[in-house]
């Protein structure tokens, strides 16, 4: 969710709008069979381009008309010295003579079945073929072209850091979310720097000369030395090192061909160092070039799709319909859900959570001429820091999908911010526990401009900011979370060392930052429900969060949690209000909070307890009650991170859920020509929220779970055909067939868990 006014939201929107006159043409032609998007046409410009990556390292590859191959390169570690972060570099690839200037014989496939681009081109004995991947298991991106005709190939490596310069442009600012307002120090971005080149290699990387790092903690009244945090920003060093068969360097940014071959291998590596110094880090990529090119092509190009092979038989959701009225609908929403998962994989298994606005895929906009356009492929709107609303959301859908090694980097980053966060707590509050920000660096503080540059009469700890003073509802969520991870994937050393670490100080913090009453009872106030209202007293998501991660924290086998931990847990949840409710139009229904004011932004916070808290639900007690309140809820619009479509299919409306589901999933073309890159709605684009909320809608309309319990089909319309597998507790998955609302086929593994399954059936196409 994003700390500006509702106004201003919709007026980025209607900023960006125009981008829809910037999307090149041609349509795609999808094959879910296949795995494969195929253009006949080239991107043209960045707007055109379609994503690769490892995980790690990013690309965004389009073709101009002139026939040259351009990509951009992205690393999920690359942060700037302004928390920013940003782009390795760009590359282009000429070939002489060009086989895919000539349009008309242009062919282009994006094939996520093996995560590679193919592109050919040319007439009868001049087709060529130029194939582009990022190796799954390495940090290497290869480029192989093959035609029957000798061709001469030029790389340039294209920076626009080349110098050091002060931000001038006010729209500018938003890069460096954070850095701005009243008060605020102009903002510098450094330069890139290029290694003089070597006979056959161009290298090139960003240096951080100076850090935001330390004064922000400074300012936050935070001391890094007694927890000995060292600045992750300082001397961190990225950039590239580029390398080709029977390649020459002719000037420090290109590689020439020595002489015109039929066959072209080109490798970039990329790499990330932290506090190290030019040399050593020239050093350092040197070697691992030398280990990287012993690999043989054949051996990379066999392990990489080994892993993309591995990947697509985790999971699948593949959506039909004989109904002629459905089809289109069906299309859309299978295409949308494994493009989504496509571009999960190729951001999420990085140092870092997936960026929501943007991921690894951020692009320029040169091409647009009003106040959105001219900015480098740098810029995403909301800069650096990490939403944890926002956040999150990629991340509830891989349970399903059995994608838990790209939650990892999530759970990882809150892990490692964790004794930060109890400092926090004992200066700020002077008790026990961990409360993380909503807006948060990834090293874990707020934002500057959201702390407030000028504390002159301002209590340490209270933000600036109103969104998000005491919007501390995401340590809830992350433990839940990861208690979900730990059924799904059972490991006594991940409950340990992970969630009970960050769970049970998220607990410690609630259970002692509000009084209580003469009966026990705490009065959470001050407080806030969400973004929403800034004036709150027992808001519904705190009230909700802690009372479903308290009573799954004392579900856990007793020997992994100790006495007083138990204890201290009941004695929350006996202190807890109830959820708070209203009386609407003679109907009863859950409220945002006991008493709740100052509207100021589009959430439903009372509904945060049909999703992600699953205190109501098909199975469950007033589901009655919990349906009203969604009939009733004030903000109903789509897109986004709105979460409607999740909380329809938690309550068993399987019309509802799949209207916004499919609505969703056909909302691709407002910017760019892939059709998963979503946006932008309220943040940039490509919007990794959109997309993924549509998928956790999807798969908890087709199954859901609770405790042992599975329920199959709980809001899935009779009118879609479907062929799953998907993951749920205790290492268990599920595969099976269902036509017209009826399964067909259902295979468990392991069988044991086939007891605690119960198909709930189709509720049709009605609410």
């Not at 684009?685 to 809608?697: E, F, K, L």
Request: glycine share 8%; aromatic share 10%.
């Amino acid at each position: 969710m994003n700390t500006r006014s509702i106004t201003s939201l919709f007026v980025i929107a209607v900023c960006l709008t125009p981008f829809l006159t910037a999307r090149s043409s041609g349509q795609d032609e999808f094959s879910a069979d296949t795995k494969t998007l195929v253009w006949h046409s080239p991107g043209l410009n960045s707007l055109g381009s379609v994503p690769l990556g490892n995980g790690d390292i990013g690309v965004n590859v389009w073709v101009e008309r002139g026939g040259d191959v351009l990509f951009y390169v992205a690393k999920s570690d690359a942060w700037d010295e302004n928390g920013r972060l940003v782009k390795l570099g760009r590359i282009r690839i000429s070939l002489s003579p060009s086989p895919f200037a000539d349009s008309q014989a242009y062919r282009q496939e994006l094939n996520v079945g093996e995560g590679c681009v193919v592109i050919s081109g040319g007439h009868g004995a001049g087709q060529a073929t130029l194939r582009l991947w990022v190796d799954a298991n390495n940090p290497v991106i290869v480029t192989e072209v093959e035609s029957p005709l000798p061709l001469n190939a030029r790389l340039t490596l294209e920076l626009w850091r080349t110098q050091r310069r002060e931000n001038m442009r006010p729209e500018e600012i938003e890069s460096a979310y954070g850095l701005h307002g009243d008060g605020a120090l102009p903002v510098v971005f450094e330069s890139d720097s290029i290694v003089p080149h070597a006979a056959d290699q161009l290298t090139w990387f960003h240096r951080n000369p100076r850090s935001v790092w330390k004064d922000n903690l400074t300012l936050q009244a935070l001391d890094p030395e007694p927890l000995r945090l060292e600045d992750p920003l300082l001397h961190r060093t990225f950039g590239g090192l580029i390398w080709g068969e029977n390649f020459s360097a002719i000037s420090d940014t290109v590689l020439h061909t020595r002489d015109a071959q039929k066959k072209l291998h080109i490798s970039i590596l990329a790499r990330t160092s932290l506090n190290t110094t030019s040399t050593d880090w020239t050093a350092r990529i040197q070697k691992e070039q030398s280990i990287q090119s012993a690999i043989s092509l054949a051996l990379r190009r066999t392990a990489h799709r080994a892993w993309w092979k591995e990947f697509w038989e985790r999971s699948s959701i593949l959506v039909s319909s004989t109904d002629s009225a459905a089809a289109p609908a069906t299309s859309a929403v299978t295409r949308g859900y494994m493009l989504q998962r496509f571009i999960n994989a190729c951001g999420g298994r990085g140092a870092l959570p997936i960026k929501f606005n943007g991921s690894l895929f951020t692009v320029d906009t040169y091409d647009r001429k009003d106040k959105t356009g001219g900015f480098d492929a740098d810029y995403r709107l909301w800069g650096g820091p990490y939403w944890f609303q926002n956040t999150r959301l990629p991340y509830w859908s891989m349970l399903h999908s059995g994608d838990f090694d790209m939650m990892k980097p999530l759970f990882a980053m809150y892990l490692n911010v964790l004794p930060l966060r109890k400092q926090a707590a004992r200066n700020y509050y002077g008790h026990e526990g961990a409360f993380f920000p909503e807006t948060m660096n990834f090293w874990g503080t707020y934002t500057q401009a959201n702390y407030g540059w000028d504390r002159t009469g301002m209590p340490d700890g209270l933000t600036i900011n109103r969104y998000i003073r005491y919007y501390w509802t995401a340590g809830l969520e992350l433990s839940l979370m990861m208690l979900d991870y730990a059924e799904f994937q059972p490991r006594e050393s991940f409950v340990r060392d992970t969630l009970l670490p960050v769970a049970s100080n998220v607990l410690a913090f609630f259970d002692r930052h509000w009084p209580r009453d003469s009966a026990g009872i705490i009065r959470f106030e001050p407080a806030q429900a969400l973004e929403t209202y800034h004036t709150a007293v027992n808001p519904a998501p705190d009230v909700a969060g802690i009372r479903a991660v308290a009573e799954r924290l004392l579900a856990l086998p007793r020997h992994l949690t100790s006495d007083n931990q138990r204890k201290e847990w009941s004695r929350l949840l006996a202190s807890l209000p109830p959820l708070p409710m209203r009386v609407v139009e003679g109907d009863t229904l859950l409220a945002p909070a006991r008493e709740f004011e100052t509207l100021a932004n589009i959430e439903n916070p009372e509904l945060y307890a049909v999703f992600p808290f699953r205190l109501y639900g098909i199975g469950r007690p007033d589901l009655g009650l919990a349906r009203r309140t969604y009939e009733h809820r004030l903000h109903k619009m789509n897109g986004g991170w709105q979460q409607h479509g999740v909380h329809a299919a938690y309550l068993g409306l399987a019309g509802e859920a799949a209207r916004l589901v499919a609505e969703n999933f056909a909302r691709w073309d407002t910017l760019c020509r892939f059709p998963a890159f979503w946006g932008p709605n309220y943040d940039w684009t490509p919007d990794q929220d959109h997309g993924s909320v549509s998928m956790i809608a999807l798969q908890r309309m087709l199954m859901q779970y609770e405790g042992d319990e599975i329920l199959l089909l709980p809001a899935w319309p009779a009118e879609w055909d479907v062929d799953f597998r998907l993951h749920a507790p205790r290492n268990t998955v599920l595969q099976g067939t269902v036509r017209k609302g009826k399964v067909e086929r259902l295979d468990v593994f392991p069988e044991s868990r086939r007891k605690d399954i119960r198909v709930v059936g189709s509720p049709g196409s009605g609410r």
